[in-house]
């Protein structure tokens, strides 16, 4: 006789693999993860203020800035989870600070890689090719950065992969703000986009405390 399917038990299932979590965490948890996130965000922001003689809201970003404020939100966020989650859930939060931070901080680099050829080859100093660098460096990144994270965190290949989820693809909206800001699109700096990266960096940090 076939048993029944269980819908909650499927339902959590898919929770978990999005979410990485394997249990849920308690609120008292998800705010000082949120507070510590917030924080390591926050102390990079005025430190590059204060450097820039700017207000915290008008900050200039370059590849510099933009890899301090994410290493520090992420730090933040998994600092906070490791001290007020279990102890066994450590080395899984820990893993998946080195995916954020990876997911974070590789596509930028690479593309700010790639526009530089665009820039040092009169051939390759057109529209076309800094669209290419730009669209190669933002996906080959997220590929790149996820092998990357596998490879450090499970060098013997042990366990199954940490696979990109849609949620992860959209939190590198961070990759494409950087980008943007990375090759100098007027429409980004008209917009003011770079002021949506530390609300995502933040994020970043949080769902590496929040990972169990």
């Known amino acids: 006789m076939i048993s029944p ?9 898919i929770k978990t693999y999005r979410n990485h979590r394997k249990e849920p965490v308690d609120s008292s948890a998800k705010y000082k993860v949120a507070a510590g ?7 990079p922001m005025l430190c590059f203020a204060k450097k820039q003689n700017k207000n915290i809201f008008k900050i200039k970003y370059s590849t510099k800035e933009m890899l301090l404020l994410s290493s520090g939100a992420i730090i933040g966020g998994l600092t906070a989870g490791m001290l007020t989650d279990k102890k066994e859930h ?11 931070f990876l ?3 590789v596509p ?9 050829l665009t820039k040092t080859f009169k051939n390759l100093n057109n529209t076309p090719c800094k669209a290419l660098s730009a669209l190669t460096g933002l996906v080959g990144g997220m590929f790149l950065a996820s092998k990357l994270a596998n490879i450090i965190n499970d ?22 703000i950087g980008i943007l800001i990375v090759t100098k699109v007027p429409l980004a700096d008209r917009l003011q986009i770079e002021k949506a990266l530390p609300a995502v960096y933040g994020l970043c940090g949080y769902r590496a405390g929040m990972s169990n």
């Open 155 to 176: 060098p013997y290949d042990k366990v199954p992969d940490r696979k990109l989820t849609l949620r992860d693809s959209i939190a590198n909206i961070d990759d494409a």
């Open 108 to 116: 930028t680099l690479l593309t700010a890689s790639l526009f530089s």
């Open 37 to 43: 996130s917030a924080a390591g965000t926050i102390i």
């Open 5 to 13: 399917i269980n819908s909650s038990r499927i339902e959590y299932d």
């Open 103 to 105: 997911n974070a901080t």
């Open 90 to 100: 450590r080395k899984q939060k820990m893993h998946e600070g080195v995916f954020q």
